[in-house]
Antibody, heavy 118, light 110 residues
Framework: QLQLQESGSGLVKPSQTLSLTCAVSGGSISSGGYSWSWIRQPPGKGLEWIGYIYHSGSTYYNPSLKSRVTISVDRSKNQFSLKLSSVTAADTAVYYCARAAFWSMDVWGQGTTVTVSS | QSALTQPRSVSGSPGQSVTISCTGT?????????VSWYQQHPGKAPKLMIYDVSKRPSGVPDRFSGSKSGNTASLTISGLQAEDEADYYC??????????FGGGTKLTVL
């Protein structure tokens, strides 16, 4: 059974770069037909799609975040990562990683809380 | 890319049916048959309930159904149960390999 687990810095200072990793177990991140996504949820608010990396390595980002986001994959470690630069308090959120099968996200990690504060 | 519009809250009694709407534009909901719905209980990760407008993943009860008309998609939950109380989010493909979520709807089972 495929499982995803987020990890990374829980506290980030304003203007710095947020870095998170999603470890994939129970399956290969190189499996064709899937993409690997990041989604976030600010406290008390709704979900926001951040972006994803396709199994081919192509990346696609939310236009509102595109200038600050980088998603990459490490196939040797079966994991993918998120970097979000120049963070502000508005980037405080629970960050989820998920597998997308075509046009929906069918397997989600449990989420990790990131707080932006000095 | 604006968030899809959902009602802030809906409610229903056990056994009843409720419908949650999700309104977008011809650039997202209306333009593609790629609407999905997610259930989220407090403090938990979202769970996929419906994909491609009306398809149910394995394990999702058939009490959950989806449909679409024009720029509005809908999630209907029939035979409402206490455990259905949760937040529900719609999501649509929005072209150029991007997605957009709705603002979320809180379902209360009375």
């Amino acid at each position: 059974q495929l499982q995803l687990q987020e990890s990374g810095s829980g506290l980030v200072k304003p203007s710095q770069t947020l870095s998170l990793t999603c470890a994939v177990s129970g399956g290969s991140i190189s499996s064709g037909g899937y993409s690997w996504s990041w989604i976030r949820q600010p406290p008390g608010k709704g979900l926001e799609w951040i972006g994803y990396i396709y199994h081919s390595g192509s990346t696609y980002y939310n236009p509102s975040l595109k200038s600050r986001v980088t998603i990459s994959v490490d196939r040797s470690k079966n994991q993918f990562s998120l970097k979000l630069s120049s963070v502000t308090a508005a980037d405080t959120a629970v960050y989820y990683c998920a597998r997308a099968a075509f046009w929906s996200m069918d397997v989600w990690g449990q989420g990790t809380t990131v707080t932006v504060s000095s | 890319q604006s968030a899809l519009t959902q009602p802030r809250s809906v409610s229903g009694s056990p056994g009843q049916s409720v419908t949650i709407s999700c309104t977008g534009t011809s650039s997202d909901v209306g333009g593609y048959n790629y609407v999905s719905w997610y259930q989220q209980h407090p403090g938990k990760a979202p769970k996929l309930m419906i994909y491609d407008v009306s398809k149910r993943p394995s394990g999702v009860p058939d009490r959950f159904s989806g449909s679409k008309s024009g720029n509005t998609a809908s999630l209907t939950i029939s035979g409402l149960q206490a455990e259905d109380e949760a937040d529900y989010y719609c999501c649509s493909y929005a072209g150029s390999y991007t997605f957009v979520f709705g603002g979320g709807t809180k379902l209360t089972v009375l």
